[in-house]
């Protein structure tokens, strides 16, 4: 279980690309959140959400899906929030904590990235290389590691390169399984983290 949860923790901060933005409930109400294109909005508040389950910011992704037409099930997540607060009134530990974290995740990358809705437009008008583009832009917007591996692998057809990055992001899980909680060893995974998510990002022709 800890070492299923140290993997998960160490991609938390992966998979909200280009803003890497940390922001509190009410920051869905400010005028630079407000410029921000749909997609990144989207991603800014599942963020918001995950790191900080709170009402408000289940509100807030709520209006904001309700608005885009998208789904989102406010009231499947709330017990979420419940459980949490929970987990906080008993002390919990560092596994049920996390592990709880890891349902929060999984539940939230029903509610897909909008990038994969680009992706298929540019599909459907025959354009595969902005559809590629636009898949991989999502897979780097999603949160849980069987969303991500189901993702790769249904773009090999379309990507060969896919399969190797699956490959190399369960070589990561399983260097983090065997990896130390020291310093110097959550350094050299935050290196290989990075470099597949450059890999990632970096479409091939």
């Not at 009402?55 to 899906?65: R, S, V, Y």
């Not at 969303?147 to 983090?176: D, F």
Request: charged share 30%; aromatic share 10%.
């Amino acid at each position: 279980m800890f070492v299923t949860i140290l993997f998960t923790l160490a991609f938390l901060l992966i998979f909200l690309r280009i803003f890497h933005l940390r922001v509190k409930a009410n920051s869905a109400k400010t005028e630079s959140f407000q410029r921000l294109p749909a997609k990144d909005k989207m991603a800014v508040l599942k963020e918001c959400l995950l790191n900080n389950p709170t009402e408000g910011n289940l509100q807030n992704l709520k209006e904001f899906c309700d608005k885009e037409g998208l789904p989102f099930d406010a009231d499947g997540y709330r017990p979420f929030i419940k459980e949490q607060l929970e987990l906080a009134r008993i002390h919990a530990n560092y596994v049920e904590c996390d592990e709880l974290y890891v349902r929060e995740c999984e539940f939230i990358d029903r509610t897909a990235p909008m990038e994969f809705a680009e992706a298929e437009t540019a599909r459907n008008a025959g354009d595969t290389d902005t559809a590629t583009i636009r898949t991989l832009e999502g897979i780097s917007r999603l949160y849980s590691d069987g969303a991500i591996i189901k993702t790769l692998t249904a773009l090999e057809g379309e990507y060969p390169k896919a399969a190797e990055l699956r490959l190399k992001y369960i070589a990561l899980a399983e260097a983090c399984n065997e990896s130390g909680a020291d310093e110097k060893s959550l350094e050299a995974l935050r290196k290989q983290r990075d470099a597949w998510i450059a890999d990632l990002l970096a479409f091939e022709k």
